[in-house]
């Protein structure tokens, strides 16, 4: 079955790369979170509201993903911490090559924590490591309390599910309780974090995570 | 370069047997919608609510594409509609193939409309057809209102765009008038409805263009 083979040799090449990004990473002193999510779960407020709640503890950098268009990466730059936008043409995922050319496009010697936003997409981003110390899923109200049982390989490939737009919980049917249960289900060692980006509330928790981080990176 | 060669064959492939379903579907008297959208967006509950407003207007079958579970096919099983899920196994998309399955399992016959409940996924379904007559994208009002600038793709293959939760605009910055400009400006002749399956806003207008296509089949 030569496709098979075709399959499993990308794969390999691509995690061969994600193992060099995380060595140089490591060697520069630099903690990567990939964050991934649905898109409009709240990936790039997230990040900008990261940026502001970190300023003067952590040197940022961030990596935008996107299938087209920069306007992440726009918004982004005007925080003033280095941003490079990774354009992947219509596909549907960053792979580490796309990483590795970022890399080489931040000031990593002056940087702590590495932020990749992936493409906006709950099923491909999962298989394909980054050169990331944590993987981040961003699942937000207005999905449902029912993604963790329909989108599975997302949630075990998680280090860590952040419910973001809790301020929308008054206006929906979301049962926190039952979207735990269910996360716990497909991955009982996932972190969950709870976040508005509108009210600030629960991102002192989940910026304080990221801050520690840096005690033990890899 | 034989990768290319062979994505090329496979997409060919895959368009060789959509025409194979579209002659089939055309045979036997049934317009088949292909429904995509984010994970979360309510392509679900849009084909409940389509299913209950055409009670007596149109005989519905419904083919319901996940990564994994059923929870999607059983909802819509209660309402007496013949439905057929298509589990991915963690692929992106519906293909062809899957829904030729698909067919073989619904009463063709009796029915005149098929609804296909794409992967929630809003990159990769947008290159596969399957079939379908009319290309349906399902946008959320909680996903911001920059989705056709970010994910052109599939706004440019769509039929119609559909502006689903529209009773949350109150408690979200989003622009109706700004998301409409940016629709017209990747695909002029896309139709832009607006729905809420809270409050049924729009949802006649939606379902009047659904039950009109059976005039003009193909």
Redesign the interface.
């Known amino acids: 079955m030569p ?1 098979v083979k ?1 399959v499993q040799q990308f794969m390999q090449a691509n995690d061969s790369v994600a193992a060099d990004n995380r060595r140089l990473l490591a060697e520069r002193g630099v903690v990567a979170v990939n964050l991934m999510a ?3 779960a709240g990936k790039t407020s997230l990040i900008l509201r990261t940026i502001e709640a970190l300023d003067g503890r952590a040197r940022i950098g961030v990596i935008e993903g ?4 920069q ?2 990466a726009d918004r982004v730059a005007t925080t003033g911490v280095p941003v490079v936008q990774v354009n992947t043409g ?3 995922h960053l792979d580490a090559p796309m990483v590795r050319s970022a890399l080489d496009a931040l000031p990593l010697d002056d940087m702590d924590l590495l932020l990749i936003e992936n ?6 981003p999962a298989g394909f490591r980054l050169g990331e110390s944590q993987n981040v899923v961003i699942a ?1 109200v ?3 309390d ?2 963790p ?5 997302m949630f075990i490939a998680a280090d860590v599910v952040v419910v973001n ?1 809790i301020d ?1 919980l008054p ?1 929906l049917d979301f049962d926190l309780p039952a979207f735990r249960r269910l996360v716990q289900g497909v991955n009982p060692r996932a972190r969950v974090f709870e976040t508005s980006c509108r009210t600030d509330e629960g991102l002192s928790d989940w910026v304080d995570w990221l801050d520690g981080l840096r005690a033990r990176p890899g």
Do not use: H
């Open positions: 496709e075709v649905s898109p409009g996107d299938t087209a268009s306007i992440d219509g596909g549907c493409v906006g997409n709950l099923v491909c937000s207005p999905e449902g029912d993604k049982y329909k989108y599975p390989a737009k929308l206006y």
